[in-house]
Antibody, heavy 122, light 111 residues
Framework: EVQLVQSGAEVRKPGESLKISCKGS????????IGWVRQMPGKGLEWMGI????????RYSPSFQGQVTISADKSISTAYLQWSSLKASDTAMYYC???????????????WGQGTLVTVSS | QSALTQPPSASGSPGQSVTISCTGT?????????VSWYQQHPGKAPKLMIY???KRPSGVPDRFSGSKSGNTASLTVSGLQAEDEADYYC???????????FGGGTKLTVL
């Protein structure tokens, strides 16, 4: 059974750093992309970026380029999303997701993690 | 890239059918058959319901169907059931150098 299990909820102050994780199991981790999707309170879904877990090829949505870093450690089948300096506006639920890509195109998302709630407040 | 446009709410009584629209442009929905739909219950992760405009993943009831005309895609839920009450999001490929766009979401209420 394919599973994406995310790390638990986090509370941080503005300016602090944070790294959240997403562990894949039940499939060959290095043969797939993992993406991160943001959902701000009461709002819709937004692609942040994706990483190919085999070689760490990474692509970011323009809105998130330079704001976050996506990485992966294939030795432990885990992808990460990190911030170096959080802002209050980063408060959101963050989902990792395993999309299906064909010819470099994200076709759909087959599997989702359970979400990690990040709260940034002074 | 702007989000796709969905109505904020839709509703229907049990057993009825309801259709949710998703309007994009000729740069996304209108130009590609890569539209997908996701169901999200409160406090839960989204779930894939429709992919490639009208295909259903294994396990999704055939009460859910998708279609597209021009720049607008649609999700139809037939024979509404109480458990269909949820938020629904559409998504589309939007060209190279773009990871794709989502709609703003539609809250479906079963009356």
């Amino acid at each position: 059974e394919v599973q994406l299990v995310q790390s638990g909820a986090e509370v941080r102050k503005p300016g602090e750093s944070l790294k959240i994780s997403c562990k894949g199991s039940g499939y060959s981790f290095t043969n797939y992309w993992i993406g991160w999707v943001r959902q701000m309170p009461g709002k819709g879904l937004e692609w942040m970026g994706i990483i190919y877990c085999g070689d760490s090829d990474t692509r970011y949505s323009p809105s998130f380029q330079g704001q976050v870093t996506i990485s992966a450690d294939k030795s432990i089948s885990t992808a990460y999303l990190q911030w170096s300096s959080l802002k209050a506006s980063d408060t959101a639920m963050y989902y990792c997701a395993r999309p299906t890509l064909v010819g470099g195109i994200i076709m759909w998302i087959d599997y989702w993690g359970q979400g990690t709630l990040v709260t940034v407040s002074s | 890239q702007s989000a796709l446009t969905q109505p904020p709410s839709a509703s229907g009584s049990p057993g009825q059918s309801v259709t949710i629209s998703c309007t994009g442009t000729s740069s996304d929905v209108g130009n590609y058959n890569y539209v997908s739909w996701y169901q999200q219950h409160p406090g839960k992760a989204p779930k894939l319901m429709i992919y490639e405009v009208s295909k259903r993943p294994s396990g999704v009831p055939d009460r859910f169907s998708g279609s597209k005309s021009g720049n607008t895609a649609s999700l139809t839920v037939s024979g509404l059931q109480a458990e269909d009450e949820a938020d629904y999001y559409c998504s589309s490929y939007a060209g190279s150098n773009n990871l794709g766009v989502f709609g703003g979401g539609t809250k479906l209420t079963v009356l």
